[in-house]
Structure formats: C-alpha cells, structure tokens
C-alpha cells in the first residue's frame, strides 16, 4: 500500500462518518501552526514576510491541543515556521498521538538530527547501540554525540522525546536536488543536511516523506531524478504542489533580491506543464494525493477548491479563507466556517472568483476534493482505492546514480560566483575560522539564521567593477 492501512481506515471512517452525518463542511487536515519563526528565509515563503510583525510569538501548548479537538480533523500537520524551534514540540506531538491524531511535522530538517539524539538517549541499551554504531560508521552521528548518547543522565531518559510512530512522519522540505535546493532555502549545506537526517531517521525506524513546491524556474527532470534518489534512499513517500504568488513573498523578491515575481511563480497553464508527467511519477514513486488531484494538475479535469477541509490554526487564531490567503482570523473553527462566504472564493468552471485564486492549484485546497468526492466523475472513488491499496513502488534503482550533490558539496554553490568575486578583497586580511570555512552554514544541525553573508556577497557581485 502508498499508505499504510490503519492510516487508511482511520481518514476512511471520518469521512463516512460525515458523509452519513451529512456535514456539509468538515476538516480533514489540520495545519498547525505553533509559531511562525524560521532558521532559514525560503525565496517564495509567504509565512515569515504575513507575520513578520509575531515572529516571536507562540501558540501556548494547550491552546495547540484544544485547536486540533475542535476541529476533529485525523490528520494534523504541524508546520510554522520551524516547528522544532517550538520549545513544547515533544509535548505537542505527545499530546495529538494521545489524542489519536496522525501527524506529519513538516521541518527544513536543520534540527531533525538533534532530536533523534534525544530519542536515542532515552531509549539506549544494547538494540541502540548496534544502531549508534552504524550512525557512526555511516558520519551522521559524531563520536562525541554517541558517547553523550551512552553516557545519558536521568533528565535526558526522561526527557519527552519524538520517537518512531506508524502515526507520525518527518515531512522534509525539500524542493530540489543540491543546487537548487540551496538556492531556494537560501543558504548552502541545507540539502547535505536534510539527507544526512533522513538516512538516520530510516536507521532509526522513522516514517519519512517529503514535501516540494514546484516554481517556474524548477526543471522537471530535476525533479525525477530527486524522486528516483529519495525513493532510492528509502522515503516513504512525497507530498508535491505548485508555488503560490503569496503578495508578501513577491514585494519581497522584488525588494530584497531584485527578481521579477513573474519569472518565479507559475499560471495554470505552466503548472499543467510543469505536472503532464504526474500520472507517471505517481506509478513510479510513492506520490501522496489522490489520483483525481493529479488529473487535476495534468490539466485533464477540474476541481472546486475546498480549503474548509484543511484549515490553518495559528498565533491570530483560525485563518481565512485558507492557508494561503488571509481576509480574518476566527476564534473558533466553526465561527469560520459559518462566518466566511466561501462562495467568493476558488475557481469555477475555469474562472476565478476571487483574483487571488487565478492560478492556485495547491494540495491544501484542491487535494481534498479529490477524496471527498467533490466535483466527482463516475470511476473516480475505484480509482481512488486502486491507487492507495496497490503495491507501494520498490525504490527506483537509477535512484543511487543520480548526482544528487551538485551545488556546494563539488564547489558549485550559488554562493560560488560571488566568493570568487571578493576572494582577493579577503586574501590579505586576517580571517575567523568562520570566514575560513568560506561558508555561511556548519553541518551541525543547529545552526541559526543569518542570510547577511549570501546579502553581502550578492552585494558585491553585483556592484559595478572598476
């Protein structure tokens, strides 16, 4: 199966629950935003440019609980933001699988590492050991932090952990292989870091998926090869979706980087083009969605958006109409539901209803239409079940050829023009170990976040030469 069967049921029984309850709007997926601070500024992200004024603020643990009971959703993506800079992350997740909940923790993987090592100190004996052991052996753990693992105090065995779940999975940011990786998330090493913590994460016994943005400038052969390598590195499976034009991402692209919106973000008709080969990639690898969502992308249906079914619980409270747009915050999950005309919004018959909507065709409002039967065609819910109960894709064999490190791991970073630029301004001046490195990021994962470096340098490439 592309998903495992308890979590089949579990989102099966909800939604012929309501059916039969005949609830006109109901969630199936929660996206939980604890706070909205990021180590990393993603080009293209809306959440740290709409909330730049509450970066510091949080969601108090309790209030995250009482969101996802309110609105009963099976399936909570915990997202931000950076959900593992949220001090309470442990308890949240302890917490939602008390509550019966699956969840995804949607991280850029930059302290994924770190917190496995707090699991693999509460957990250790002799079973871990053999696991320390090929970490070690493999550099994804350093000896230091294995003898700190072996050496674990009282308070670090008792300590709320992550632990491995068949209800819960890493879901890695990652919309590239190295290169454009790195570019996107503005900051190199960021990809040599998301794979060193999804091959622990496997060694460990973790469900692990990936999510990709897909934007005008992303090659769509790049993005098979990154399947065949994630498939060949034994992802269990990859949430993919076309960018928004968030207004804050694009005033700030114009602002901050100098770049046309135009040339990032993609119409309807280039996400359909960017998307022909979804059906494909979908027998190929483990693609989550349903297949009515990929017909949809491949521009051979249409679909009425349904963002009510995954909505977004964050520091203002409940936003609407959707992830992606903000007209008000609620109070409560059913104040918004009653109060937004949501008949003002999505696309209908080809034209928008909202400007906004044009060329919107995100997962968190079309991919559950899919599943709920929204829009339906006869075939459509056989189609359905074939795909998720057939045979999970074996890992692609070309995956272990595909040069996945192609961007600073053999010097072509995108930082790489502009260190040639100012190497000689530098040569004669005294250097910090920092400057030595001659990189703005270190392997460990709890680096923090400073774009000033890549600015400056960008700066002076940029600048006229004499």
């Known amino acids: 199966m592309r998903f495992p069967l308890a979590l089949t049921l579990k989102i099966a029984r909800h939604i012929i629950k309501h059916k039969a309850k005949r609830t006109p709007k109901f969630a199936m997926v929660l996206q939980l935003e604890p706070l909205h601070t990021c180590n990393l500024t993603c080009t293209g992200c809306g959440r740290i440019r709409e909330y730049s004024t509450s970066l510091k603020d949080m969601v108090p643990l309790e209030r995250c609980l009482a969101a996802a009971e309110e609105c009963d959703a099976p399936m909570v993506s915990i997202c931000g933001g950076e959900p593992l800079i949220y001090p309470k992350i442990e308890e949240l997740v302890a917490g939602l699988r008390e509550q019966g909940r699956i969840i995804y923790i949607c991280t850029n ?56 779940s068949r209800w819960m999975y890493w879901n890695v940011h990652v919309d590239g292989l190295e290169y454009t990786h790195d570019l996107i998330v503005e900051r190199e090493g960021v990809f040599k870091e998301c794979v060193a913590a999804m091959k622990m994460a496997k060694i460990l016994g973790y469900q692990v998926a990936t999510n990709t943005t897909v934007y005008k400038e992303t090659d769509v052969q790049e993005l098979e090869d990154m399947f065949k390598y994630l498939s060949w590195l034994g992802v269990d499976g990859h949430t993919i979706s076309p960018g928004y034009d968030y ?119 079309y991919d559950p239409s899919g599943a709920l039967g929204t829009n339906y065609q006869s075939g459509d819910n056989w189609k359905n079940f074939k795909y998720n109960f057939a045979s999970k894709p074996k890992p692609h064999p ?69």
């Not at 961007?407 to 930082?415: A, W």
Request: glycine residues 6%.
């Open 109 to 164: 993987a930059m302290f994924m590492r770190k917190k496995m090592r707090d699991y693999m100190a509460s957990r250790y004996d002799a079973d871990m050991e053999a696991r320390l052991k090929e970490l070690v052996s493999q550099e994804l753990v350093t000896e230091k932090d294995a003898e700190v693992i072996r050496k674990a105090d009282a308070a670090a065995r008792e300590k709320v952990v992550i632990a491995p």
């Open 247 to 365: 207004d804050a991402a694009k005033k700030d692209m114009v602002k901050r980087l100098g770049r046309d919106p135009q040339a990032f973000f993609l119409t309807r008709d280039v996400t359909r083009q960017k998307f022909k080969k979804i059906e494909d990639w979908g027998k190929m690898f483990t693609i989550f969605g349903t297949p009515v969502y990929q017909e949809f992308h491949a521009g051979k249906r249409e679909l009425t958006c349904t963002a009510w079914a995954i909505p977004t619980f964050n520091v203002r409270g409940w936003k609407a109409p959707c992830y992606l747009m903000t007209d008000g915050h609620y109070n409560g999950y059913q104040e918004m539901l009653t109060k937004v005309d949501w008949e003002k919004y999505g696309v209908v018959d080809g034209v928008a209803r909202d400007p906004r909507c044009e060329n919107c065709m995100v997962h968190c409002g």
């Open 398 to 466: 070309a995956g272990q050829q595909v040069l996945a490190f192609n961007g600073q791991s053999i010097g072509k970073g995108h930082l790489a023009e502009a260190k040639a630029a100012v190497s000689k301004e530098f040569a004669s001046t005294p250097k910090s170990v920092f400057q030595r490195n001659g990189h703005h990021d270190h392997t460990g994962s709890d680096a923090g976040a400073d774009t000033a470096q890549r600015d400056a340098l960008i700066a002076k490439i940029n600048a006229p030469r004499s």
